[in-house]
């Protein structure tokens, strides 16, 4: 049986997602993880807020 990937995967899983659209297995393992992990879900939350700070800052910008 597969165990949950460790927050060294997680991080790693949700960077590259950033990247790339992440698949259906990938995300299900993220939230699972999210679920009994509070400090991946800080860092999720933390990509997630810098995504959108930096859509903003490029929209301002005029880029």
Known sequence: M???PKCKDI???VLEGEER????TEQ???RAHYLIC????NFG???ELMR???AQWRS????
């Open 38 to 41: 509070k400090g991946c879900t």
């Open 11 to 13: 991080t790693r899983m």
């Open 52 to 54: 959108k700070a930096s």
């Open 28 to 30: 299900l393992l993220i």
């Open 60 to 63: 301002y910008s005029g880029e």
């Open 21 to 24: 659209r992440l698949g259906q």
């Open 45 to 47: 939350k933390q990509v």
């Open 2 to 4: 597969m165990g949950l």
